[in-house]
């Protein structure tokens, strides 16, 4: 190394002493950067404050156009997993998840889109052996959990995983990116097999990996492992993913688990990539963990995470029972358009009602309690109208087989005293008429 460094011809000396003068200069501007946008933060909090305060508590029109619709026909953020201002990344046509068949769950038992959070903490809700702090991310709505190191990073406020159930979130990178380093997994450990979910072992556990691929690389991966009762491994397999190539900036993709009892499936935007008959075990408990990890430049960023319980039984409900609510039905902020992940619960209902043609059935739109009673109810009755015409107009029911209404927030089906009830509240009902 010694004699290499002396056969350095000056200007190539040079070279690397100006590269790492500029190197120098960048983390110092991203450091001053940081600084600024943590003081607008505090900023911007503090006019939120006043003007929920000028409301008494009811939530100013930006907040409700953001918490207000996340979960399902209210919509998230309508669109977004956890309920953000507007989806991370941008909408694609309806008819790109033609194959989409994912339903969300029905009743919303965890949500976290770190808003309760400052910026620069880590969150309050969650745990971890490593570190992170929630950021907001420039050209992103939001905010989001940067993964701090290599480790593992526990939501608290997470029971035990149902039987049947969804779980949903969102994962991004910093265009430093790199492929050979440790993305974000999620990992369904059991609780009863490991004492310390900070320090998962391997008995029950199923693990699915997602990685981008760095700028001008060909293509990003998921990867799945699942290990028995034994911690002796079942399964696993690599798969490339193109949805994560990295296009000039950070790439940002939507992740989509559903248990049904030993299966999982899981789905990556529009893309189904993995459905495992058997890889959950019987009689464990499992708990979500998430596992981060980092390297040189490479950041990794978690956001929107919503879990959600019920198995679908649209026919049942909607045909013999005569009513179905469904929150998997989503929207844009503050907007009646139908997102494009709505497909797969569009597509159930619109084949029960197919399968029984002499139905009718009155669309009903609910809100949860954030912004002004008048703007929700209106709001309510345009989102109800949008879902109508979706079935007619994608999926062929006739538009006299169905009426629209709109109730705003007056009838709540949870408390609207925290993330998870405002979640529950919007929602999209079907009557059988």
Not at 109 to 117: A, R, T, Y
Not at 140 to 155: A, M, T, V
Not at 299 to 313: F, M, Q, S
């Amino acid at each position: 190394m010694f004699l290499f460094g002396l056969a350095l011809t000056s200007e190539a000396q040079i070279n690397i002493q100006d590269r790492i003068e500029r190197k120098i200069k960048e983390r110092a501007d991203r450091k001053v950067d940081r600084t600024i946008d943590k003081g607008l933060d505090e900023v911007e909090d503090g006019m939120d404050k006043g003007a929920k305060d000028a409301t008494k508590g009811k939530g100013d029109k930006e907040k409700r156009a953001g918490e207000g619709e996340q979960a399902g026909s209210e919509g998230v953020s309508d669109g977004s997993v956890a309920g953000t201002e507007e989806r991370t990344r941008a909408p694609r046509p309806l008819k790109a998840y033609s194959k989409f068949d994912f339903v969300p769950g029905q009743e919303v038992v965890g949500l976290e889109d770190f808003s309760q959070d400052a910026v620069g903490d880590f969150p309050a809700k969650w745990n971890t052996n490593s570190g992170g702090e929630v950021v907001t991310l420039e050209g992103q709505q939001g905010r989001w959990l940067k993964i701090g190191g290599e480790g593992f990073y526990y939501p608290e406020f997470l029971g035990s995983i149902p039987e049947n159930a969804t779980v949903e979130f969102d994962v991004a990178t910093s265009e430093e990116y790199s492929y050979y380093c440790g993305f974000i997994d999620a990992l369904f450990v059991d609780a009863g097999e490991s004492s310390n979910l900070l320090r998962p072992g391997d008995v029950n556990r199923v693990q699915v990996s997602v990685h981008p691929q760095a700028a001008g690389g060909s293509t990003g991966s998921t990867r799945i492992e699942v290990r028995g009762p034994d911690g002796a491994e079942i399964m696993s397999n690599d798969r490339g993913q193109s949805q994560l190539v990295h296009r000039g900036v950070a790439p940002v993709a939507h992740v989509a688990i559903w248990r049904q009892k030993n299966r999982l499936r899981m789905y990556l935007n529009e893309e189904k990539v993995w459905d495992v008959p058997r890889a959950f075990q019987n009689g464990a408990d499992y708990r979500l963990v998430l596992k981060g990890g980092s390297c040189g430049e490479s950041i990794a960023y978690l956001g929107n995470l919503r879990v959600a319980e019920g198995a679908p039984d649209t026919r049942n409900k909607l045909i013999t029972e005569g009513r179905l609510v469904t929150r998997g039905i989503l929207f844009d902020s503050a907007s009646d358009r139908v997102r494009p992940e709505s497909y797969g619960t569009l597509k159930e209902i619109a084949a029960a009602l197919s399968e029984s043609p002499s139905v009718r059935v009155r669309i009903i739109g609910h809100t949860d309690s954030d912004g002004e009673d008048a703007a929700n109810m209106d709001l309510s009755k345009r989102r109800a109208a949008a879902v109508k015409e979706v079935l007619s107009k994608e999926f062929g029911i006739d538009p006299g087989r169905m009426e629209s209404d709109g109730k705003g927030e007056s009838q709540p089906a949870s408390p609207n005293d925290s993330a998870q009830g405002k979640a529950n509240n919007r929602r999209v009902e079907f009557v059988k008429l």
